[in-house]
């Protein structure tokens, strides 16, 4: 089982050989991307203008989200999430989306988008893959699906939603080792909390409430990757 650990701040991990990390995150964010537009060319006009578990919004308003958020800087993303705590600010963060022409459009874009981050020299960060497996995760939701994630994937969205988690989703967590029954990987200190590695997410990113929960008899036995 990957122990992410190693991605903790220093005083946190143990004093292992981090030679083959890297923070580079291109080939993870474009299968995301992927997987997420597969999803919307299957489900086409039935789930573009379905219901997320986002309150009042739409897939289609999540894949323009998605798309229109590409490549933004680290003071955009600072300014965009400061709007949306103004009152207001959700709804007007709404009326001023891009709209896109449909879910073969979106589903294009996010096949574009992918095929670039490949091809590109520098590499993609964290931040993006979280936009993409937030939206997944959203748009899935939507679908009665679960978009399939890499357990690299996974692992390293939850890792950064746990270093940043507010307080009430920290108070659940701390002093606890999370651990995917099904992706292999886990990080934290202290007795373990499990679930799938879509139900932790779920549970991190603030979309679902549903906690992950002491190992059960069943949970030992789950097959991992």
């Given amino acids: 089982m990957a122990d992410l650990s190693r991605y903790l701040p220093l005083s946190r991990r143990p004093d292992v050989d981090e030679s083959g990390v890297t923070a580079d995150r291109r080939a993870e964010t474009a299968d995301v991307l992927r997987a997420l537009a597969a999803v919307l060319r299957h489900d086409g006009d039935g789930l573009w203008t379905a219901s997320t578990e986002r309150p009042g919004w739409h897939v289609d308003e999540v894949a323009a989200e998605l798309v229109s958020g590409f490549g933004r800087s680290r003071s955009r993303r600072a300014l965009d999430a400061?709007?949306?705590?103004?009152?207001?600010?959700?709804?007007?963060?709404?009326?001023?989306?891009?709209?896109?022409?449909?879910?073969?459009?979106?589903?294009?874009?996010?096949?574009?988008?992918?095929?670039?981050?490949?091809?590109?020299?520098?590499?993609?960060?964290?931040?993006?893959?979280?936009?993409?497996?937030?939206?997944?995760?959203?748009?899935?939701?939507?679908?009665?699906?679960?978009?399939?994630l890499s357990a690299r994937a996974s692992g390293?969205?939850?890792?950064?939603?746990?270093?940043?988690?507010?307080?009430?989703?920290?108070?659940?967590?701390?002093?606890?080792?999370?651990?995917?029954?099904?992706?292999?990987?886990?990080?934290?200190?202290?007795?373990?909390?499990?679930?799938?590695?879509?139900?932790?997410?779920?549970?991190?990113?603030?979309?679902g409430a549903a906690a992950p929960h002491p190992p059960t008899d069943a949970d030992r036995t789950t097959p991992r990757d």
Wanted: charged fraction near 25%; charge should be neutral.
């Fill in 82 to 148: 400061a709007g949306r705590l103004v009152r207001g600010g959700e709804a007007r963060r709404l009326e001023e989306l891009p709209r896109l022409d449909g879910p073969s459009a979106a589903a294009d874009a996010l096949d574009a988008r992918a095929d670039r981050i490949l091809a590109r020299a520098h590499p993609t960060g964290i931040v993006e893959l979280d936009d993409a497996v937030v939206a997944a995760l959203l748009v899935g939701g939507a679908a009665g699906t679960v978009v399939p």
């Fill in 156 to 207: 390293a969205v939850a890792l950064r939603r746990a270093a940043a988690a507010p307080t009430e989703i920290r108070a659940v967590i701390a002093g606890h080792t999370l651990r995917a029954t099904d992706a292999g990987w886990e990080f934290g200190h202290g007795s373990p909390l499990v679930d799938t590695a879509h139900g932790m997410l779920r549970f991190l990113t603030g979309i």
